[in-house]
């Protein structure tokens, strides 16, 4: 089904929330989500994979042990969110000529959009590669080029973020964005986390806060 790209980022903020991440990296994920959407990309539906693996697990095991070198998690898998989140308060070295070496991430489709954040903020187009896929971004196009089993693969054991590459082969943007049911359902199950059970005072005075009492 065909959702809003508004819909997508506040369904994919709650299930980040549901699944233990703070309130900080479940706005990250989900706007990570709703970029990749945008593009007609399946960013919800890699962020509701990636929630179920990483279900309640301690943030430092899927975390970079360290921002020098080429980065590694102690689990043997690295969120691309917080890896993402920690590529771009690193966007000064990246831009300014240094490659990041990335060693077995999940979901490695959901690192892009934080390539781009990186990018707009330096004005300058930014590449990231994997497997066989190369995705470029400027901030407000994308481009890729590469194998489409690899774009959406479910892992990798190494990923490289440049500054620079050629903006050729373009997406095109779109305005909804599209989710399959099951997709859906599974970030659902993770948003209804977030909000506290029902009482006979709540439900008679019609309350319906979340944990924080906001949306």
Not at 165 to 193: P, Q
Request: glycine fraction near 8%.
């Amino acid at each position: 089904m065909q959702y809003s790209l508004n819909e997508i980022e506040a369904l994919c903020k709650r299930a980040a929330r549901g699944s233990g991440l703070s309130w900080g990296l479940a706005e990250d994920a989900a706007r990570a989500a709703r970029w990749l959407a945008s593009y007609g990309l399946p960013g919800p539906k890699l962020l509701a994979s990636l929630l179920e693996l990483n279900d309640r697990i301690r943030f430092s095991d899927v975390a970079p042990v360290s921002l020098s070198g080429a980065w590694s998690a102690p689990l043997g898998r690295m969120s691309p969110i917080i890896a993402g989140a920690a590529m771009s308060d690193c966007a000064n070295h990246l831009l300014g000529g240094e490659d990041i070496v990335m060693h077995d991430v999940t979901q490695p489709l959901l690192i892009v959009p934080f390539a781009s954040t990186a990018a707009l903020s330096r004005n300058q187009s930014v590449q990231i590669f994997w497997d066989d896929v190369c995705l470029t971004t400027d901030g407000r196009t994308l481009s890729v080029q590469g194998n489409s089993d690899a774009l959406t693969a479910e892992h990798t054991a190494r990923l490289t973020s440049v500054c620079g590459g050629d903006m050729t082969n373009l997406i095109i943007s779109v305005y909804r964005g599209e989710i399959d049911d099951m997709s859906w359902k599974r970030l659902s199950r993770f948003a209804h986390r977030t909000y506290a059970p029902a009482t006979a005072e709540s439900r008679a005075s019609g309350a319906g806060a979340g944990l924080d009492g906001n949306d």
